[in-house]
């Protein structure tokens, strides 16, 4: 069975800086795009940022040049670091994970749990 489970979250002053991790955890063959996305009270859930197997990033237009994705492959982690945050940025944040679980042919799509990110102002 595999799980994503998120660290990292909570309150911060507008200005401030956190940073969220996402470890995938249980039989897992690889993971290939990882990615955050957030969702406000109200909202639908929106991608925030997410890295491919290769490296390769794209960004929500609201956070570039903020945020950085980042990931550790022999940890199947993928962080957040959120720097100069927004009260705008307030949300719950939530892993997404395209992963080949071991002994299976094909890639599903895992959800974490959440963590809400709170930004004062």
């Known amino acids: 069975q595999v799980q994503l489970v998120e660290s990292g979250g909570g309150l911060v002053q507008a200005g401030g800086s956190l940073r969220l991790s996402c470890a995938a955890s249980g039989s897992i063959r690889t993971a290939k795009t990882m990615g955050w996305y957030q969702q406000a009270p109200g909202k639908q859930r929106e991608l925030v940022a997410r890295?491919?197997?290769?490296?390769?990033?794209n960004y929500a237009d609201s956070v570039k040049g903020r945020f950085t994705i980042s990931k550790d492959r022999s940890k199947n982690t993928v962080y957040l670091q959120m720097n100069s945050l927004k009260p705008e940025d307030t949300a719950v944040y939530f892993c997404n994970g395209e992963i080949m679980p071991s002994g299976q042919p094909w890639v599903r799509n895992y959800w974490g749990q959440g963590t809400q990110v709170t930004v004062s102002s």
């Open positions: 890295i491919t197997d290769s490296g390769i990033t």
